[in-house]
């Protein structure tokens, strides 16, 4: 099932565009409001479709308590609390507003992940054009439902979902109002590793759900978003900014504005590639076809000579008959002297 492409911002997005390219800026910001508006400009530069915040406080995600199930026990961020963690990488409520208006100044489109129902009246009255939901919030059912609401498009990112969890998301926003969904395939590691990124479910999931599907993608280089574009993402989301030296807490497996361009290069290569089934000569090869191998005279053959192996070939260029009908030549006899070079017909044949 192919489903119908929408806009986002004016951008198409489907398999008749090229594919949707987002930075996400995170927490890549690390703390300044002058840093976040670099990240915006790098993003444009680097050819990015659209750049992603998210919107949330740490008092909106989680609770201030370092009791057990509050402490990551692995992964990049390992030993910290929750709220430690979102209080170092939320973007304060009170950037959003110029981050926006500078974004739509430079001509970039701008929008973001909420994290609770305050976080999408913030995003609407900042008129945001699409809202995305991130992979841990795939089991929120009432702010998927508060999102679709909107009416406007929804991402979704499906890391750790069972297919079960995916078919709740995608009824809960439909049901709701949504009409212009994307799901994406994620692997929620930090970095991801290729060998987790089972690509191959790209296909299933936009057969299962009738939707545009793409990849929030978490692994280093540019492979894995090449490869889920030969798969049919329409949509591919990539953590980025300035610059990974500067640290930050997600820097580590966050692109750089060279890497990102040549994300935008190879992802178009590949969406380019996909075509259409096709067989025979394209206009591009149709020169080409008189390079063919065909049968011509290889030596001076005289009036009623018999064709052998010496003197006719299978050789370049393809202006003589087929090479399947050089067995039915041989013992055949010319019905004129023929000179070496000559293409041979079946005019020329006794």
């Known amino acids: 099932m192919n489903p119908k492409s929408f806009r986002i911002d004016g951008?198409?997005?489907?398999?008749?565009?090229?594919?949707?390219?987002?930075?996400?800026?995170?927490?890549?910001?690390?703390?300044?409001?002058?840093?976040?508006?670099?990240?915006?400009?790098?993003?444009?530069?680097a050819g990015a479709d659209a750049v992603k915040l998210q919107t949330y406080t740490p008092d909106t995600i989680t609770l201030d308590s370092d009791a057990a199930d509050f402490r990551i026990e692995d992964g990049p961020w390992r030993g910290r609390t929750l709220y430690d963690?979102?209080?170092?990488?939320?973007?304060?409520?009170?950037?959003?507003?110029?981050?926006f208006e500078h974004a739509r100044r430079i001509g970039i489109t701008i929008f973001s992940s909420p994290f609770d129902a305050?976080?999408?009246?913030?995003?609407?009255?900042?008129?945001?054009p699409a809202f995305k939901i991130a992979s841990q919030e795939i089991v929120d059912l009432p702010?998927?439902?508060?999102?679709?609401?909107?009416?406007?498009?929804m991402i979704i990112s499906t890391g750790m979902a069972s297919l079960e969890e995916i078919a709740e998301a995608v009824d809960c926003a439909r049901a709701a109002g949504c009409r212009e969904l994307v799901l994406l395939k994620c692997t929620s590691s930090y970095p991801a590793t290729p060998e987790h990124s089972n690509i191959l479910t790209i296909p299933s999931m936009r057969s299962l759900f009738g939707c545009e599907v793409g990849?929030?993608?978490?692994?280093?280089?540019?492979?894995?978003?090449?490869?889920?574009?030969?798969?049919?993402?329409?949509?591919?989301?990539?953590?980025?900014?300035?610059?990974?030296?500067e640290g930050g807490v997600d820097s580590a497996f966050s692109m750089e504005p060279a890497e990102f361009r040549q994300l935008v290069e190879e992802c178009g290569r590949a969406w380019k590639a996909l075509g259409a089934i096709s067989y025979g000569p394209t206009e591009a090869e149709r020169p080409s076809l008189k390079y063919r191998r065909s049968?011509?005279?290889?030596?001076?053959i005289s009036a009623g000579e018999v064709l052998t192996g010496t003197n006719i070939r299978c050789v370049r260029p393809g202006g003589g008959l087929p090479p399947k009908f050089y067995d039915s030549l041989l013992g055949r006899k010319a019905a004129?002297?023929?000179?070496?070079?000559?293409p041979m017909s079946w005019e020329l044949i006794a």
């Open 11 to 45: 951008r198409e997005i489907g398999s008749g565009a090229p594919p949707y390219l987002v930075a996400e800026m995170s927490a890549n910001h690390n703390g300044s409001l002058e840093g976040a508006l670099r990240v915006v400009d790098a993003a444009k530069a």
């Open 85 to 99: 963690l979102y209080r170092e990488a939320y973007l304060p409520w009170d950037w959003h507003r110029p981050l």
């Open 118 to 128: 305050s976080a999408v009246e913030l995003l609407e009255d900042l008129g945001t």
């Open 143 to 153: 702010l998927i439902a508060r999102v679709a609401r909107t009416g406007k498009p």
């Open 215 to 245: 990849l929030s993608d978490h692994t280093m280089g540019v492979g894995c978003a090449v490869a889920a574009v030969a798969h049919g993402a329409t949509v591919v989301e990539k953590h980025f900014t300035v610059d990974r030296s």
């Open 295 to 300: 049968i011509y005279v290889a030596q001076d």
């Open 336 to 342: 004129k002297d023929l000179k070496k070079g000559t």
